[in-house]
């Protein structure tokens, strides 16, 4: 008898990416084409591997599954641990830019456009034999590493000029800190992205644990260095930033050992003639120009931030942590299975099917974001507050981060409708309406920022990136739209309707047990309290919600459902 079994995959995100699956598809190099939907009727699907599959993909996508779990709670503790050092400060500002820095690089050269090319081609010469293989990993080694040096010292030397014009408004104290802390963080990008290159090699080999583990190591590092490494220094930011190259080592010593153990550790080979360096390059330079459209909010937002008061970056920074948090559940898992199911449908020339399967992830995403979003709306502050407030992180600190995140929030919908939309131009073979669209978005939020920050501070930079977020969905659903036809938008509204009625229900839950139960509690400085008067709220609007799609009937109830049950692996869903 044949069982099937439900997979979800988690993931994580990067600092206001505002749509697209991007790189993150990469980090899931196992053979996607091994799943599909099985679809019961025009409303119920479910995403099923027969049991002969269970034995062979299960353990890598628990691997997978298991280590970005410890990561991201290895992240929130690093997020406590800086907060409670450098709090929302002036110097906490200065860290974040100069961290953030080196990130937008490495989206471009590292596990963004880089991995995105390599991998294919990496993969075509596996399939000829692993000599070639090696050889082509050698070669690109070589020159990769040679262009990353020489952006490393680039970007050390040419550090004032780069903060100058990210965070124009640094006045002269927070400008210099963050000339030095580039000048220390720089050269991460050489680190990080040598360690994508190894990790897409290891993931073309199905060996998935040192690449998922790697996280894990610069979150602990950069612990290390708050925690021990600040006390030698001066200014103690020094000791995050030297934790953070500290990180970047361990991640890129963890790929040795598996490359070595696989013979496909890459040697020096400077073969310039190699054809595998022009298609890389080919891939490389649109995707990169891609990666780098989804940049340009980050500077733009984080370039008008410098203009306000201390710790507007940092209250940005910790809100969109937060906000990032529900897309980590379950997103990934939807927009991955769909766009395999997406590439299907196209390759059988069968649209119908196409368009049910579109409307099932964006229903899907909208009935995890909503709610999502009403929850983190109505508990901004006390979770800020239950998290954060400790040490150098005050309670004003938990007041405005609360602030920007019950704003940014508003957004989350859209960034997980954008993010299941995406795979349906993938799947077509269409990579330039995404990065189109998200340049409108960017357009969008270079307009709204300026004027919205002048009303309302940061709070105004975050209802911007919503505005950005609005405008790149409906941009993305009418680009498609135009592309194939009518998309079904009456049974999307619908849904939509049943969502938006059941997050009501659960906001009114959580405004009522909070407000004439726990009001007093939320106010206490224990943080154990403060996590289980969190923990129940959660808990209480999350049945409420289900109970009321269940009332009304609605066919959401059973895919949440089966979502929750079967997070991770093993499980055969009834019937």
């Keep these: 008898m044949q069982h099937f079994y439900i997979i979800t995959i988690p993931f994580s995100t990067d600092f206001f990416q505002i749509s697209g699956i991007d790189s993150l598809l990469s980090h899931f190099a196992f053979d996607l084409s091994l799943f599909s939907f099985d679809c019961k009727s025009d409303r119920f699907y479910k995403l099923i591997m027969t049991s002969d599959l269970h034995r062979k993909m299960g353990t890598r996508i628990g691997v997978v599954s298991g280590f970005t779990f410890l990561s991201r709670l290895a992240g929130l503790l690093r997020d406590i641990v800086t907060a409670y050092f450098f709090g929302a400060s002036g110097t906490a500002d200065a860290f974040y830019l100069a961290f953030r820095i080196p990130n937008l690089f490495r989206r471009l050269t590292g596990e963004g456009a880089l991995t995105i090319a390599f991998v294919p081609v990496f993969t075509d010469y596996l399939k000829r034999s692993n000599d070639e293989a090696k050889k082509t990993a050698s070669v690109v080694f070589t020159y990769l590493s040679i262009f990353l040096l020489i952006i490393s010292i680039s970007g050390v030397l040419l550090a004032p000029y780069i903060v100058r014009l990210i965070a124009y408004g640094f006045e002269k104290e927070r400008f210099e800190l963050a000339v030095r802390l580039t000048r220390i963080m720089f050269p991460y990008i050489f680190l990080i992205s040598l360690t994508a290159f190894c990790m897409g090699i290891l993931n073309s080999l199905k060996h998935f644990a040192a690449p998922a583990a790697s996280p894990i190591l610069l979150n602990i590092a950069i612990i290390f260095g708050a925690v021990f490494l600040s006390k030698f220094f001066a200014e103690p930011t020094f000791g995050l930033a030297f934790g953070v190259i500290i990180g970047g080592i361990l991640q890129l010593a963890l790929q040795v050992p598996p490359l070595v153990h ?32 989804y940049q340009v909010n980050v500077l733009v937002t984080t370039f008008l ?20 948090f529900p897309l980590g559940i379950f997103a990934i898992a939807v927009a991955t299975v769909t766009l395999t199911s997406l590439s299907d449908h196209v390759t059988d020339g069968d649209m119908e099917a196409f368009k049910k399967t579109f409307r099932f992830g964006l229903e899907t995403a909208f009935s995890i974001t909503i709610p999502a979003s009403v929850g983190l709306v109505t508990l901004a502050e006390p979770i800020v507050a239950t998290i954060f407030r400790r040490g150098n992180f005050s309670h004003y600190d938990a007041v405005m981060t609360g602030g920007v995140l019950s704003l940014i929030t508003l957004g989350l919908p859209f960034v997980g409708g954008s993010r299941n939309i995406t795979p349906a131009f993938f799947a077509m073979k269409d990579t330039k309406t995404p990065v189109k669209m998200a340049a409108v978005s960017v357009v969008v939020n270079a307009l709204f920022a300026p004027f919205l920050m002048r009303l309302f501070g940061v709070r105004g930079l975050a209802l911007s990136l919503v505005a950005s977020n609005l405008a790149n969905f409906l941009c993305l659903f009418c680009s498609l739209r135009m592309k194939i036809g009518k998309l079904g938008g009456s049974n999307i509204v619908r849904s939509l309707m049943r969502t938006l009625f059941a997050s009501g229900v659960m906001a009114c839950v959580i405004l009522i047990c909070k407000t004439y139960l726990f009001q007093n509690l939320l106010l206490s400085n224990s943080r154990l309290i403060g996590i289980g008067v969190i923990s129940f709220l959660i808990l209480a609007g999350g049945v409420s919600y289900i109970l009321a799609l269940f009332l009304i009937g609605a066919p959401e109830a059973e895919t ?11 499980m055969p869903p009834k019937g």
């Design 262 to 293: 696989h013979n496909m550790l890459p040697r020096i080979n400077v073969d310039y003639r190699h054809p595998a360096l022009k298609s890389i390059l080919f891939m490389m330079v649109p995707a990169a120009f891609g990666a780098a459209v």
């Design 305 to 324: 931030a410098s203009f306000l008061p201390k710790g507007s970056i940092s209250y940005l920074w910790y809100a969109d942590r937060l906000n990032e």
């Design 560 to 570: 949440i459902v089966s979502l929750v049950r079967r997070r991770g692996l093993g």
